[in-house]
């Protein structure tokens, strides 16, 4: 676990937080006006909250910008005795939100972030004021949502990579050392802006998997996948009529070879039909790693819009 009052050379300067909801001690960011709205980032494989830190220091001059680290990365604890499947991602949210009591909020998601954030919304769907996907999946329920994540799935050199370690039987082994191996696992799944790369963004990244008991979370998600062990969350009918209503954003680096556009973001067009889309070309799946500018802005411009309609 990266200690709490770790910068990283300032790069990530947030006053460190802990809640207990979730059963183990699960580290956030609370940054902006607490009365502010609420923008609720979830990150994916293998980030955390460090992923988020551009955009909340953009967005906290005006909204209250909450960044969990899921169980098993960034700041949060990795506890031995539980497992990390997206379901138990989805309950760990799930308590963590009601222990706070957030409201009206604008998820912002990537990666498993997606799936982990949609499973908040078909549970709580009169808590979610909006849905923002950056290079995040929206699976809600829809028929093809299973044919599209195995069609990427196939193409997809990270989930290949799974299913043969899998078989091999090295997938614990080498996610187990991701500490030593951090920036491969990340430009395997993609980024393009290598000037980012620095010795603190790589401790950022990965300190937290020090030894293989920290890297259970990351282990988890991938074997997981492996096993077919993931459940995502099924919205009844009221959810999701409720949550398509909603505003809705996709923002999508089209370079991303892990979470293609042509899978996706047809999902994310069935459940928001009339939701703008933005492709971001030249950008890779670390999306917020290669175009921080530009997603900040799109978000950014996006609340402003939508609040002044919910207002007019």
Known sequence: MI????????????????????????????????HAQVVLCLHGEPTWGYLFRDLTSRLSTHYRVIVPDHMGFGKSETPADRSYWLQDHIDNLERFVLSLDLREITLVMHDFGGPAGMGLAARHPDRIARIVSVNGPTPFGQASQLERLMANAAEAPWFQWIVQAHAAGRLETVLGELGFNILSTLKLNGFERNEVISDSWLRAYGSHFANPSDCLGVIGWAKGFALDAHRFEMPDAAAQRAISSKPALAIWGMADRTLGAAHFLPLFSELFPSAP????????????????????????????????????
Not at 10 to 25: K, M, S, Y
């Open 3 to 34: 200690p709490a009052n770790e910068t990283f050379n300032g790069t990530f300067p947030f006053e460190p937080r802990f809640n207990q909801a979730a059963g183990f001690r699960m580290h956030y960011v609370d940054a902006g006006p607490q």
């Open 277 to 312: 889309i933005h492709r971001l070309p030249g950008v890779s799946h670390y999306s917020f790693e290669d175009a921080p500018v530009a997603i900040a802005s799109l978000i950014e411009a996006f609340l402003q819009q939508t609040t002044q309609r919910a207002l007019a």
